[in-house]
């Protein structure tokens, strides 16, 4: 967790509470130019003697012009490709994924994406309420999931995850406080369906990547779309094709399926930490 430390909010609060202009806490702080106050409350400076003739107008100190701000951080702690039932198996046991997504990233046809999304919850039943720990009922898990994993790598498609380690940030309701502000080392799993074959990139001028666990670059550019909503990855059914044909115009990019990297959510039960 990452501690931020400004001063814009605060000093913007009190000069409102007085009724003052920029320009007047300019002149009662003996500052050369509004530009100065300007730039504190947009957090651009923080100059110490600055932030002292700016408390003094308000006959305060610097500590109560100061907020403190925690920053959740999240980091990528690996990726991994999975191709058969065994390998599924391996990577759910790797970790204690506390939380987990999952989506399609996949040229399909209609029909195609409903018997995917039919498979997914078939390999996805009931498990936040599955206690690893149950060994019988984990392995009656593992058991059900064969026959749709099966069915799924069929279908000419792979399983690309991502493995996350973030802060997790604790509200506080009414009177009811956490004892902390948050959970350390809070373990997150993307779960994406991607062509066997295929690659993806995230904008029309940036590289191809194919769904490699071995590759770095890829890892960091497909959690860079997870991370940033807003940003879409579009993906193409076979790498070979798209690495040799030079025809990527604005026109054809349009024209590709693009894929919001998060279309579905499932948490993970608190026994599963």
Request: with cysteine.
């Amino acid at each position: 967790m990452r501690k931020e430390i400004t001063y814009g909010s605060r000093v913007r609060e009190l000069r409102v509470q007085r009724a003052w202009t920029q320009e007047q806490l300019t002149e009662v702080a003996g500052l050369q130019s509004v530009r100065t106050v300007q730039r504190v409350e947009r957090n651009e400076t923080q100059g110490a003697e600055t932030l002292q003739a700016i408390a003094a107008a308000f006959d305060t100190d610097v500590e109560a012009l100061r907020t403190i701000r925690a920053i959740p951080e999240s980091r990528l702690i690996g990726t991994w490709s999975v191709t058969n039932t065994r390998q599924f198996v391996t990577v759910e046991e790797m970790h204690h994924w506390q939380m987990s997504y999952r989506s399609v990233l996949a040229p399909l046809s209609e029909e195609e994406h409903k018997q995917t999304e039919e498979l997914l919850k078939r390999i996805f039943s009931d498990r936040e309420c599955i206690d690893r720990l149950d060994s019988e009922l984990w392995d009656s898990y593992i058991q059900q999931t064969q026959e749709p994993l099966l069915s799924l790598f069929a279908l000419d498609l792979t399983i690309f995850i991502l493995g996350d380690r973030r802060d997790l940030l604790l509200p506080t309701l009414g009177d009811l406080k956490p004892i902390a502000d948050h959970i350390p080392d809070w373990l997150v799993q993307y779960f994406m369906v991607v062509p066997k074959h295929g690659c993806f990139r995230l904008g029309p001028a940036e590289p191809l990547h194919r769904f490699n666990e071995g590759c770095s670059a890829a890892g960091v550019a497909l959690y860079s779309a997870v991370k940033h909503k807003s940003v879409g990855a579009h993906v193409y059914d076979n790498a070979l094709w798209a690495a040799v044909t030079h025809e990527y115009s604005s026109a054809t990019f349009r024209n590709t399926p693009r894929f919001s990297v998060l279309l579905r959510s499932v948490q993970y039960s608190d026994h599963q930490k």
